[in-house]
């Protein structure tokens, strides 16, 4: 939002690189998400060694057993992922009717009891590839309630809704900033003690977001009176998503990256190894770029003040997202392949959290749990599928033309968002004007007449 709609004395005093120093982060001023800020910051720390380490055990397993590497970790990427898919919608509807604070205490309880078993498994040195798969299935059907929850959240967190998209940048800047650090640590402490004190981390980390949790101060928040039945309220929220077009094209263009683009992720240890020839630091340091890129990305849209002119900022980090795929699958140089993925880790998290930002801002509030479950959805649980493709994929034809499959689909993909941005705006003019949003943007302009603003809109 501009300064003019939050009511700041001094927006049009202070020089531009101040003001949009301050603005990046305006939403912390709220008690709840300063919390929430706090503890998730330890918890994702944690839970990206988690991630990391859980890819390279499988990985070394299926090398000690000789098994199908590829085959197995996009099997294993499945079945972390594919609940979202399944369960993602149903917990849309949860999260408009139940507690959603309370569903995210418990959800994040049982992901640390989880974190803890696969230590204890390791740490006794039983644990096998199917047993991960196993565990990484438990925490799917978890992260299915809790991701979608969060993004709903977000707005219970505020005092006022006018740092709604800050704060939504805000979150994207903690979890790639935790990315970036995260798989680098968890790279170093594998190759000096191994995975097990990854996964011990990750379990103690959770304490720090189930404190800040209970330490929130949330209103009650009013609910419909005599609910329907979930599957009715199932389809009565396909029905507003797919039948609003501006929330329909953004549904399928992040299904569509989480399908055919963000796979590179499972394989990413056969570059590592393979074709970079590296080890498990080699592997946290190309994961880590992206979470360089990603973290840039985040900040960047934190200092924006209005949500004018992020379509075309999605259409266009989708086509560069596209690019770097297929630049980043022939490269054999370590430092060539982390600066693409520093380019790649941007255009991705620009393109999902605009994504995010456009439809948490049109969405109506008891629509809000439905449309961020098919959000998570679209994204997350597209992306086993797409795991379990790259995988089989990988293992036939190589891990490199599959990223270039992969990227000419996402960059196609962009190009057709961009072809329909002209017709969308017609849907949100409406809404942006209804919200103030855009005579305010034409007052932080300096009386920049409305005309100007059309191109900007979407």
């Known amino acids: 939002?501009?300064?003019?709609?939050?009511?700041?004395?001094?927006?049009?005093?202070?020089?531009?690189?101040?003001?949009?120093?301050?603005?990046?982060?305006?939403?912390?001023?709220?008690?709840?998400?300063?919390?929430?800020?706090?503890?998730?910051?330890?918890?994702?720390?944690?839970?990206?060694?988690?991630?990391?380490?859980m890819t390279w055990l499988v990985y070394r397993l299926t090398l000690e057993h000789h098994q199908d590497s590829a085959l197995l970790l996009g099997i294993t990427g499945f079945a972390s992922q594919i609940p979202v898919l399944l369960l993602g919608p149903f917990a849309g509807v949860f999260s408009d009717r139940w507690h959603r604070h309370r569903i995210i205490i418990a959800t994040q309880t049982l992901s640390m009891l989880q974190a803890f078993l696969v230590w204890g498994l390791t740490i006794a040195g039983v644990i096998t590839v199917w047993q991960l798969v196993v565990l990484s299935l438990f925490l799917g059907c978890v992260n299915a309630f809790d991701m979608p929850t969060r993004q709903a959240f977000m707005t219970e967190m505020l005092d006022t809704s006018e740092d709604l998209a800050n704060a939504i940048a805000i979150n994207s800047s903690m979890v790639n900033g935790t990315r970036l650090v995260g798989p680098s640590i968890a790279g170093l402490v594998i190759s000096i003690v191994g995975e097990a004190t990854c996964f011990l981390l990750n379990g103690l980390s959770f304490l720090g977001v189930i404190a800040a949790l209970?330490?929130?101060?949330?209103?009650?928040?009013?609910?419909?009176?005599?609910?329907?039945?979930?599957?009715?309220?199932?389809?009565?929220?396909?029905?507003?998503?797919?039948?609003?077009?501006?929330?329909?094209?953004?549904?399928?263009?992040?299904?569509?990256?989480?399908?055919?683009?963000?796979?590179?992720?499972?394989?990413?240890?056969?570059?590592?190894?393979q074709i970079l020839h590296g080890t498990a630091r080699t592997y946290g340091l190309l994961v880590g770029s992206s979470g360089v890129g990603a973290l840039a990305g985040s900040l960047y849209l934190a200092s924006r003040r209005t949500v004018l002119g992020l379509g075309r900022w999605i259409a266009a980090m989708s086509g560069v997202f596209g690019i770097g795929l297929i630049a980043f699958s022939f490269s054999t140089d370590v430092w060539l392949s982390m600066a693409f993925l520093v380019v790649m880790g941007f255009a991705v998290i620009v393109q999902l959290a605009a994504s995010n930002t456009i439809l948490q801002t049109i969405v109506e509030e008891n629509q809000r749990g439905r449309v961020m479950s098919l959000y998570t959805t679209a994204f997350l649980g597209m992306s086993p599928l797409g795991s379990l493709v790259a995988g089989s994929l990988a293992s036939a034809i190589g891990a490199p033309h599959t990223l270039q499959i992969g990227g000419a689909c996402v960059f196609l993909g962009g190009i057709a968002f961009a072809l329909q941005l002209r017709g969308l705006r017609k849907y949100i003019r409406p809404i942006y004007k209804r919200m103030g949003i855009l005579p305010s943007v034409a007052a932080g302009l300096q009386q920049a007449t409305e005309q100007s603003v059309p191109p900007e809109e979407t």
Do not use: C
């Not at 949009?20 to 929430?36: P, Q, Y």
């Not at 949330?218 to 005599?226: A, D």
């Open 1 to 53: 939002m501009s300064d003019a709609k939050t009511g700041g004395t001094n927006t049009t005093t202070a020089p531009p690189a101040a003001r949009r120093l301050r603005d990046i982060g305006r939403s912390l001023a709220h008690r709840n998400f300063r919390l929430f800020f706090a503890g998730q910051s330890v918890s994702l720390l944690g839970t990206w060694m988690q991630q990391t380490a």
């Open 214 to 273: 209970l330490a929130m101060k949330i209103p009650r928040r009013n609910r419909e009176g005599s609910p329907k039945s979930v599957l009715h309220g199932l389809t009565d929220g396909f029905r507003y998503a797919f039948g609003f077009p501006p929330v329909r094209a953004l549904l399928l263009l992040v299904a569509g990256i989480g399908l055919v683009g963000m796979p590179y992720v499972v394989l990413m240890p056969i570059f590592a190894d």
